[in-house]
């Protein structure tokens, strides 16, 4: 069983498309997260949820629209998409607790492509 | 800014050799994480160090934490060539930036049969 699946795995698309990136997990964590990592491979964080409540939205463009139905889920919607947006989304879950952020557990990515 | 900075960027090795890598940050954390990332896969969670916390030890893995130099390293002793990965560290600067881990640009360890 995955622990932390997204789909799809692959995303190819033009510029001015939108797409959605979905993610689960079945951990039962409370906390879900969406990063971006680049080219270069270096990994930002996007936004977090914790039980379904936004609490974290790093200067993301507000093309970039996630969603949480309930905290095993949070999806990602991306309108208008541009060149700039290509990247491997990864999202990832943890549990939150009063000692800081714990452990978090990554899916394995979705590549998208914006030609 | 970034937070964590890793050094070096790339380390090569034979198997059998340790690996350190190195991390530097910028602010104040509550705890310090090294992750692993297999070429075209996610991150995982190798080991987490908290602030006031100098080393911790799993497997052939050792981290140490300097919070007065806000410096870590990650040591992985008789490498493998499966130990062949990018290795990122992420800080937890707590408070009000509670859930938002960041990371460095990673070291990518390759080991040679």
């Known amino acids: 069983d995955t622990a932390v699946s997204q789909t799809p795995k692959y995303l190819v698309t033009q510029m001015g498309n939108d797409k959605s990136i979905k993610c689960e997990q079945n951990?039962?964590?409370?906390?879900m997260y969406w990063y971006k990592q680049d080219s270069k491979k270096f990994l930002k964080i996007m936004f977090s949820?914790?039980?379904?409540?936004?609490?974290i939205n790093e200067t993301v463009p507000n093309r970039f629209s996630p969603k949480s139905p309930d905290k095993a889920h949070l999806n990602l919607h991306i309108n208008s998409l541009e060149l700039g947006d290509s990247a491997v989304y990864f999202c990832?879950?943890?549990?939150?607790?009063?000692?800081?952020?714990?452990?978090?557990?990554f899916g394995e990515g979705s590549r998208l492509t914006v030609l | 800014s970034q937070q964590g900075e890793e050094d070096p960027q790339a380390l090569s090795i034979q198997e059998g050799e340790n690996a350190t890598m190195n991390c530097s940050y910028k602010?104040?954390?509550?705890?310090l994480q090294w992750y692993r990332q297999n070429s075209g896969r996610g991150l995982v969670h190798l080991i987490l160090?908290?602030?006031?916390?100098r080393e911790k030890h799993s497997g052939r893995l050792r981290v140490t934490l300097d919070t007065s130099k806000k410096s870590s390293s990650l040591l992985i002793t008789a490498s493998r060539a499966a130990d062949t990965a990018s290795y990122f560290c992420a800080t937890d600067a707590g408070g009000t930036s509670y859930g938002k881990l960041t990371f460095g640009q990673g070291t990518i360890l390759t080991v040679h049969p």
């Open positions: 949820y914790n039980n379904k409540e936004l609490i």
């Open positions: 160090i908290r602030s006031n916390e």
């Open positions: 602010t104040s954390i509550n705890n």
């Open positions: 951990l039962g964590h409370d906390t």
């Open positions: 990832a879950s943890s549990v939150r607790g009063p000692r800081g952020t714990g452990e978090l557990f």
